[in-house]
T-cell receptor, first 109, second 112 residues
Framework: KNEVEQSPQNLTAQEGEFITINCSYS?????LHWLQQHPGGGIVSLFM???GKKKHGRLIATINIQEKHSSLHITASHPRDSAVYIC???????????FGTGTRLQVTL | DVKVTQSSRYLVKRTGEKVFLECVQD?????MFWYRQDPGLGLRLIYF???????EKGDIPEGYSVSREKKERFSLILESASTNQTSMYLC???????????FGQGTRLTVV
């Protein structure tokens, strides 16, 4: 079993829909990252959080430390949100990140 | 903006060749990382470096080595490329423990 599990693996939504991507992890963490990878490969960091909730534009990330679970929400989704979304966790002060396998999101018109 | 730049977007190399993948960051970050990304496996850490001339093995170091002679540059070396090293390679850098990670655009390496 992977230390970081994401669901769903693939997600198709229509423009305007509210989207939720889930991440569960099995170890104690110091921080959790949500990353976005567009076709072509480059990865952009969306959020880093260790508690509570963060919001940036139409993106919201939440984390529940007790339940070892985080969610990434996209409100009013748009085709330009189509990408792979990756959850990654860091334990303690270690430099290493452990990654989920990603959620491939396709938003259609 | 932090910039992490990888030297090539696409590379095609022959089996047995020595391959260098270069990564440069412009934010004076201490920590730099090399990952490979394969379908269904996610990103896996090959090597990382927390200071000049310092390096540590990640989860899959076999067949790879690294070099960090200057703080801004972290090189990944495939001593003798093999077809199972065909993959997307991603470099990342990070400052302190509380900082986020910044990724390069990736190098898609094909070994034929």
């Amino acid at each position: 079993k992977n230390e970081v599990e994401q669901s769903p693996q693939n997600l198709t939504a229509q423009e305007g829909e509210f989207i939720t991507i889930n991440c569960s992890y099995s170890v104690g963490i110091s921080a959790l990252h949500w990353l976005q990878q567009h076709p072509g490969g480059g990865i952009v960091s969306l959020f880093m959080l260790s508690s509570g909730k963060k919001k940036h534009g139409r993106l919201i990330a939440t984390i529940n430390i007790q339940e070892k679970h985080s969610s990434l929400h996209i409100t009013a989704s748009h085709p330009r949100d189509s990408a792979v979304y990756i959850c990654a966790v860091r334990t303690g002060t270690a430099s290493k990140l452990t990654f989920g396998t990603g959620t491939r999101l396709q938003v259609t018109l | 903006d932090v910039k992490v730049t990888q030297s090539s977007r696409y590379l095609v190399k022959r089996t047995g060749e020595k391959v260098f993948l270069e990564c440069v960051q412009d934010m004076d970050h201490e920590n730099m990382f090399w990952y490979r990304q394969d379908p269904g496996l996610g990103l896996r850490l090959i090597y990382f470096s927390y200071d000049v001339k310092m390096k540590e093995k990640g989860d899959i170091p076999e067949g790879y080595s690294v070099s960090r002679e200057k703080k801004e540059r972290f090189s990944l070396i495939l001593e003798s490329a093999s077809t199972n090293q065909t993959s997307m390679y991603l470099c990342a850098s990070r400052g302190g423990a509380g900082d986020g990670a910044f990724f390069g655009q990736g190098t898609r390496l094909t070994v034929v």
